[in-house]
């Protein structure tokens, strides 16, 4: 028995009580194990998935293949009207895909409503993209000569995502991907198989009602371990896109870069925000409840280390403890809630032992700690630790809503902290202080790939590059120049002489 008829909008989404097809390679299938689909509110099932089985991965691969070519040739701002539509698609079905994130994945409704929006600004931008992509043209040291270069699609690109951004981080990657030409093949979390389901099953409609062959892009749900390996191990693909856990990215890292395969790796991060003597509290507690008790703790760009000037430490601590005790827990689809439950049960299991050992390594937990018992859910009380900034579980990343305090009394020791841990996705300097900014903005100043001043770690924009340094991957995604990682770059150079002049001088007769 699912609970599907309590949930009208599944429907809309062309989503069925039993047996979905989780496999989309032009056409639906899907012969492997059955996905439960649990509501993180209750542990409810609300409908099941057919997953793929092991053969029917390769279908997938010659879909793509055979729609590669066709894709490749369709002039890149053609391309750039196919992801408008998909774009405007989403807008259209923006409130069931958002019912359905919080239902599934279990983040609050307006936060879902964001990241549908994501999805569909990342398509507005890529859509102006598709008209500008572009290489340059460098002067040539040779008579007669144009030195420049062009960027080519890579051919397949397999896109492996995270339950937390089920999503607008399949929208990062396919609506980039698709102008610059290639074929995609998405595995979104097999928790989040119902909004992998609901997102393939529009983009579909678009493509077909558009003459365009629907395997340029192509869905698999199963787990990592099957449906991800195969393709991993697979160099047909010119590129992996993996968002997920510094863990798994390593082992994607070590397999494609062991055949020099390319890819882009979204990983974990352990952000901070750093609270300077001169910083306005308002905007610093405003900033720090929304990045550490956001979608539950559970964004890459959550903030986990806050760090306070002594002299705010104190007024800092009482207010912020006030505010968590407003917040409201439950149900994340009713208004007023800001917090949701945890995704699955394990991370319940993540936030308690994390407490115990953050406990034995002289944490003390300043608010929350406590798990919650509502209606049978993955519920937990956002909880903030007082501890030492180099105590080793502070240098790991609990993808639960535990937010670490801890007092300063120089402004480098913070930056110096900032940068003692492995991840480095997202920091934030609030101070009001020139001189503060453009020193957390240099050389020696955070190691982070999202750097910023006076506003939260999370809720970054589409148009800028997003991404991290060190343990978080390297990898770039979604605006800047990110497009550039979804092509193959040539240098051209081209003789309209006639003549044959060597290039450093060399006189070769
Ligand atoms: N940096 C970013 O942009 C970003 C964004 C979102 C989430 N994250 C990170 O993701 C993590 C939370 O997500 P999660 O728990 O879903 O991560 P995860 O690593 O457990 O899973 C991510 C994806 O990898 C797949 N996978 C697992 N094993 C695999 C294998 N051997 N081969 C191929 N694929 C495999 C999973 O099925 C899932 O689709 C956190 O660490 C968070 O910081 C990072």
């Not at 996905?35 to 409908?47: H, S």
């Not at 931008?125 to 007669?144: C, F």
């Not at 749900?221 to 991800?228: A, D």
Request: hydrophobic share 40%.
């Amino acid at each position: 028995m699912t609970t599907f008829n309590e949930y009208p909008f599944l429907a809309e989404l062309g989503i069925k009580a039993e047996n979905n097809d989780g496999v989309f390679n032009g056409k639906w299938g899907g012969a492997g194990e059955i996905i439960k689909c649990l509501n993180p509110t209750n542990n409810k099932v609300i409908a099941t998935v057919r997953g793929a089985a092991p053969e029917e991965y390769e279908t997938c691969i010659q879909a793509m293949l055979a729609a590669k070519v066709k894709w490749a040739l369709t002039p890149a701002p053609r391309r750039g009207e196919i992801v408008r539509l998909i774009g405007q698609a989403m807008r259209e079905k923006i409130e069931p895909l958002s019912k359905l994130i919080s239902l599934e994945m279990g983040k609050i409704y307006i936060e879902a409503k964001g990241e549908v929006q994501e999805f569909i600004d990342v398509c507005d931008y890529a859509t102006g993209l598709s008209r500008s992509i572009n290489g340059q043209v460098m002067p040539s040291e040779r008579p007669n000569h144009i030195l420049m270069e062009t960027w080519n699609p890579l051919g397949l690109v397999g896109i492996i995502t995270a339950f937390n951004f089920p999503c607008a981080v399949l929208g990062w990657n396919a609506a980039i991907s698709m102008i610059c030409g290639n074929v995609q093949l998405w595995k979104g979390a097999s928790t989040t198989s119902l909004i992998t389901l609901a997102v393939s099953k529009i983009i579909e409609k678009v493509l077909v009602e558009n003459d365009v062959d629907p395997a340029v892009c192509c869905v698999l749900i199963g787990p990592g371990r099957t449906v991800g390996e195969q393709m991993i191990q697979d160099k047909r693909f010119g590129l992996i896109s993996f968002t997920g856990s510094t863990e798994v990215g390593r082992r994607i890292s070590s397999t494609v870069h062991g055949y020099f395969g390319k890819t882009i790796l979204e990983l974990g991060g352990n952000n901070a925000i750093v609270v300077a003597e001169d910083a306005d509290i308002e905007l610093v507690l405003r900033a720090v409840l929304f990045a550490s008790v956001g979608t539950t703790g559970q964004r890459c760009t959550t903030c986990r280390r806050l760090f306070v000037h002594e002299s705010l430490y104190d007024t800092i601590l009482e207010r912020l403890t006030k505010a968590y005790k407003t917040i409201k827990i439950g149900n994340p689809l009713e208004e007023g809630v800001l917090v949701g439950p945890l995704h699955t049960q394990s991370a319940v299991k993540e936030f308690t032992e994390g407490l115990e050992e953050i406990k034995k390594q002289g944490g003390k937990v300043v608010i929350g700690g406590n798990k919650l018992d509502i209606s049978g859910g993955n519920f937990v009380e956002p909880t903030v630790v007082a501890i030492e900034h180099d105590a080793p579980i502070v240098k790991t990343e609990l993808f639960v809503p535990i937010l670490y305090i801890m007092k300063f009394k120089n402004l480098d020791d913070a930056f110096a902290w900032n940068n003692e841990v492995p991840q480095g996705l997202s920091s934030s300097l609030f101070t009001n202080n020139q001189k503060n900014i453009f020193k957390w903005l240099g050389p020696t100043g955070s190691d982070c790939g999202i750097v910023n001043v006076n506003v939260a770690t999370n809720g970054a924009e589409i148009g800028g590059a997003f991404g991290g340094e060190k343990e978080t991957g390297g990898g770039r995604e979604s605006g800047s120049d990110s497009w550039k990682q979804y092509c193959r770059r040539s240098t051209n150079t081209i003789n309209y002489g006639n003549t044959m002049p060597l290039s450093q001088g060399i006189n070769f007769n």
